[in-house]
């Protein structure tokens, strides 16, 4: 399953999976304690197995194996006046910690955008 690279909607499917299991949301870290995440945290939770306690910890395994997207495209920011170009997985970051999105929210908004055009990756990004 590693070499298969999956969409925006198993991306938002591996972050409602990962909400389900440390239900509480986390910002500027991906995980507190045992019960917080952010939206990546999530989205690691979804697919890899970790340990209970991963407070301050960062992940060692790149969520690119299975979501290229992450890496491979740029959105605009979906907050009117918020003029962020970013690539997707600093895009998700964004939401989390500025906007104080809710997990729940940025899987909805990849799952509503996932098919939109991505922006040339010679944009600028900001």
């Known amino acids: 399953m590693a ?13 409602r999976a990962g909400a389900e299991r440390r239900p509480e ?7 507190v304690g ?5 939206a ?3 989205a690691y939770e ?6 209970s306690d991963m407070s301050g910890q960062r992940p060692t395994r ?3 194996t299975f979501f290229d997207c992450l890496e491979g495209t740029i959105r605009a920011c ?12 600093a895009m998700i970051v ?19 955008n996932g098919a939109a055009k991505p922006a040339p990756a010679g944009d600028q990004l900001r």
């Open 78 to 89: 979906p907050i009117e006046g918020c003029k962020k170009r970013l690539l997707l997985s």
């Open 94 to 112: 964004h939401l989390n910690d500025h906007h104080e999105w809710s997990r729940e929210k940025i899987a909805d908004w990849l799952e509503e």
């Open 40 to 42: 990546l945290g999530a």
């Open 46 to 51: 979804g697919i890899y197995r970790l340990a």
């Open 62 to 64: 790149d969520l690119t």
């Open 34 to 38: 045992r019960r917080a995440s952010c």
């Open 25 to 31: 949301q986390a910002f500027g870290d991906y995980f």
């Open 3 to 15: 070499d298969e690279h999956h969409g925006t909607k198993e991306l938002a499917s591996a972050i």
